[in-house]
C-alpha cells in the first residue's frame, strides 16, 4: 500500500485488508515522505516502509515488492476499501486459468455523493466489456507473481503520483505474458469528493498519459485496454463541440448509452447532471492532453510535490 499524507483513509485501508480471509496475508505500508502524521498510524503487525522521501507510487510500490516475502503481491492504495475475500478471489483465479497476473476493477465508491458516484458509474459503463483476458490492469486492484513482477522491473518511477505507471506495467507484462480481469472482484474506492479535485485529477491523468501512449501507440484504442474506445470517441465530440456549438450534440450521442443505462439505476436527475459532468470531464482531458504534448516537446519533467 504506498501512501502519501493519508492519515484520512489509511486506518480504514489497512482495517479492510486485515478482515482477509485468506489465512496468510503480509500487510506492508510504503511511506512516500507523508508530512500528516501517517507513518505513526501504521502498528504491527503491518510493516512500515519509506521511499526516503517524495518519490512517487510507482517508486514506493516498488520498495515494498522488494521487501515482500510472498509469492504473490497484491498491490491496492490507501484510498481502497477491498471486500474480505479480495485476495482469496484472486488466488483461485490464478489457479484456475494457470496466469501469473491479474486484478479488477470497482465495486461501488467509498462514499455515496454524486462527484464519486458519477466517478464510479463511468468506470463501470466504460469498462463493461473489459473483462477475462485483457492487456492492462489498474494499480489499485492489480495482483502479480513476485518473480516475474521483478523480473519486468516493477512499476515506472518517472510518475510522481498514481497516474499511468499500472497501465505502462501491465501492458508489458501482457506482451508475454496472459493477464485476467475479473469484474466481480473490484473495490471500493474513495474517489475525489468535490468536482474540482475530480476534475483536475482528470488533467494530471491525461497529462501523464501522453507520454507513455506515445511510447507504446498500439494502447490507443486498444481492445483490451481498460481505458476503453467510448471515451477516445467522448473526447473528440467535446472537442469537435467547442470548436463548433451544433456539434455538441455529438457529446450527448456519445454518451447516450451511459446516460439511458445511470437514468434507469439512479434517475434521470441523476442522468442529467452526469451529462454536464461529461462534458467537463472529457474538457479536462483534452486540456490534460494539451499540456501533456507540450511538456513532452519540450522535455519538461514532472516535479513531485
Known amino acids: 500500500v504506498p501512501v502519501y499524507n493519508g492519515a484520512h483513509c489509511l486506518p480504514r485501508c489497512l482495517a479492510s485488508l486485515q478482515r482477509q480471509t485468506h489465512p496468510r496475508v503480509e500487510i506492508i ?14 502498528q504491527a503487525p503491518v510493516r512500515l516502509l519509506s521511499t526516503g522521501g517524495r518519490k512517487g507510487a510507482g517508486a514506493a510500490r516498488n520498495v515494498g ?26 488466488l483461485r483465479a490464478r489457479a484456475e486459468k494457470n496466469v501469473p497476473c491479474g486484478g479488477g476493477g470497482y465495486a461501488g465508491p467509498v462514499k455515496e455523493i454524486f462527484i464519486q458516484q458519477f466517478a464510479h458509474e463511468e468506470l463501470v459503463w466504460r469498462r463493461r466489456h473489459h473483462r477475462g483476458y485483457v492487456e492492462t490492469l489498474v494499480s489499485n486492484n492489480l495482483w502479480c507473481e513476485r518473480e516475474l513482477f521483478l ?88 472537442g469537435l463541440g467547442i470548436a463548433c456549438f451544433p456539434l455538441f450534440l455529438g457529446v450527448l450521442a456519445a454518451n447516450f448509452g451511459f446516460l439511458a443505462e445511470i437514468s434507469r439505476k439512479r434517475g434521470p436527475k441523476f442522468a442529467a447532471k452526469s451529462l454536464g459532468m461529461a462534458f467537463l470531464r472529457n474538457f479536462s482531458i483534452l486540456w490534460g492532453v494539451a499540456v501533456g504534448f507540450k511538456d513532452f516537446i519540450t522535455q519538461r519533467k514532472p516535479i513531485c510535490c
Open 29 to 42: 505500508v510504503v511511506d512516500d515522505g507523508s508530512t500528516d502524521g501517517t507513518p505513526e498510524l501504521v
Open 65 to 90: 515488492a522488494r521487501a515482500a516475502t510472498g509469492d504473490v503481491l497484491f498491490f491496492t492504495d490507501s484510498d481502497v476499501v477491498v471486500p474480505p475475500d479480495w485476495i482469496a478471489k484472486a
Open 151 to 238: 523480473a519486468k522491473g516493477g512499476f515506472p518511477e518517472a510518475y510522481c503520483a498514481a497516474s499511468s505507471e499500472d497501465m505502462e506495467f501491465s501492458w508489458a507484462v501482457s506482451r508475454d505474458h496472459k493477464l485476467w480481469w475479473d469484474p466481480d472482484n473490484g473495490v471500493f474506492h474513495d474517489f475525489a469528493d468535490t468536482v474540482q479535485g475530480y476534475l483536475k485529477q482528470q488533467v494530471r491523468f491525461a497529462k501523464d498519459a501522453v507520454p507513455m501512449l506515445l511510447g507504446n501507440r498500439a494502447l490507443v484504442g486498444g481492445r483490451k485496454t481498460h481505458h476503453g474506445k467510448q471515451l477516445y470517441v467522448e473526447i473528440a465530440f467535446t
